[in-house]
């Protein structure tokens, strides 16, 4: 974790009451902001909470699709904690999503997912990670239209599946839904990161400050 921060949870103090979205305020149980290093190179990103997450306040917890991604980040190393656990102990790594509040009944809207776009935006400005792995065809689609010069639909998350996308002053590395990933997947998507990004130097130049 980053010397200067104090915790892993909401490092960044945003509003844990947010009611910007009538349709999912009474909805969710929780409104799930970012979790992680606040110094990391890697941002995972998935389109909204699972329900574990919802009911924990935490996110990728409480429920399998977490634990598939808590499993990830152990063997990459972000993660020094077991897979089923509620706090997970996370070093260059920040876990967020583009909405965040789960409705227990639909997806988000294209309007929610706009109304919450602030907080990402600012989650990405001060991290200012090096690698986004966005999680899933809808994050793929929402993060390769700003950081790339490809459009909505341009690249299958299936296709895309643990490959790198040169970004603009990021790389992505999309993954496919949690809940639809296979083990096989899983274990491509890790060993992509360990053979071809870990294996070179992926830091641009931005003047970020050395870990």
Avoid: W
Avoid at 158 to 182: C, K, S, W, Y
């Amino acid at each position: 974790m980053d010397a200067e921060q104090d915790s892993l949870a909401n490092p960044f103090s945003m509003d844990a009451e947010c009611r910007n979205c009538e349709g999912l305020c009474d909805a969710r149980s929780n409104v799930v902001h970012g979790y992680g290093d606040v110094g990391g190179e890697f941002l995972f990103v998935a389109e909204r909470p699972h329900a574990g997450a919802d009911e924990s306040g935490v996110p990728f917890t409480g429920d399998a699709a977490g634990e598939r991604l808590q499993r990830v980040l152990g063997d990459l190393g972000f993660a020094r904690s077991p897979p089923d656990a509620d706090e997970p102990e996370l070093q260059n790594a920040f876990l967020t999503y583009l909405t965040r509040c789960r409705h227990p009944d639909r997806r988000p809207t294209d309007e929610e997912i706009r109304t919450c776009e602030p907080y990402l935006n600012a989650e990405i400005r001060m991290i200012n990670p090096e690698i986004i792995v966005p999680i899933g065809q809808r994050t793929l689609d929402a993060l390769a239209t700003d950081y790339t010069t490809n459009r909505p639909g341009d690249v299958d998350v299936a296709n895309a599946h643990a490959t790198t996308i040169r970004g603009r002053g990021f790389e992505l590395v999309p993954m496919v839904d949690l809940e639809r990933q296979t083990d096989e997947q899983t274990e491509a998507f890790v060993d992509h990161l360990l053979e071809n990004v870990f294996s070179r130097d992926y830091r641009q130049t931005k003047g970020r400050r050395g870990r």
